[in-house]
């Protein structure tokens, strides 16, 4: 099956800093979802983008199909972005990657 | 309008016992996925349901594992003889068609 990695695994932040996370697939893909989970567990939907680019104010992110990557680019950091960032890929089935975990310090 | 909602949200049963954990999709949705997450892990994809079609149980890890949807709309997980291997965070999303999916809170379960 399709393999999914993100980068980097962990990641500390002082609040107002900016990061880019990303996600490698190993084969094309029909759909590409970046979800935020946050410390309660709950899943949140930040972009559904299989190709191209789109923001959503301080978050915004880029898929390139072609090479199989896409980033998340998160600016002007806040504490309550802390938790695990997953991106998930479908082709035949539905996978996550193992997710990076933001920790963002005041 | 009314996201995608998990019942119990928490379950504690005995190594052994049978468990139904059950998931409200979202109205319109003809999609419906269940994951698993373990502890500090990442989801473990179980099953997929798409219309009327025969679902993918590709992910089941046993024959412990069932799932149905009825009248294409509210789903029920089932796990038999449970094991303290079970205990896992319980997912269930719903998408339209094979779209951008929604997930509800979970259900937390634990076997003791």
């Known amino acids: 099956g399709i393999q999914v990695e993100q980068s980097p695994p962990d990641l500390i932040l002082q609040e107002g800093a900016n990061s880019t996370l990303r996600c490698n697939f190993s084969d094309s893909v029909n759909n590409l979802q970046w979800f935020h989970q946050n410390p309660w567990g709950q899943l949140i939907n930040l972009f559904y983008?299989?190709?191209g680019t789109k923001q959503n104010g301080r978050l915004s992110a880029t898929t390139v199909a072609t090479e199989r990557y896409s980033l998340l680019y998160i600016s002007s950091s806040q504490t309550t972005d802390s938790g695990v960032y997953f991106c998930?890929?479908?082709?035949?089935?539905?996978?996550f990657g193992a997710g990076t975990r933001l920790t963002v310090k005041p | 309008g009314a996201g995608v909602s998990q019942s119990p949200s928490n379950k504690v049963t005995e190594k052994g016992k049978d468990v139904e954990l059950r998931c409200d999709p979202i109205?319109?949705?003809?999609?419906l996925y269940w994951y698993r997450q373990s502890l500090g892990q990442g989801l473990e994809f179980l099953i997929y349901f798409q219309g009327n079609s025969a679902p993918d149980k590709s992910g089941l890890p046993s024959d412990r594992f069932s799932a149905e949807r009825t009248g294409g709309s509210v789903s029920t997980l089932t796990i038999q003889r449970t094991q303290q291997e079970d205990s896992a965070v319980y997912l269930c999303?719903?998408?339209?068609?094979?779209?951008?999916?929604?997930f509800g809170p979970g259900t937390r379960l634990t076997v003791l």
């Open positions: 983008i299989p190709s």
């Open positions: 998930a890929v479908e082709a035949n089935d539905m996978r």
């Open positions: 109205s319109g949705h003809t999609a």
């Open positions: 999303a719903s998408s339209p068609a094979r779209r951008e999916q929604f």
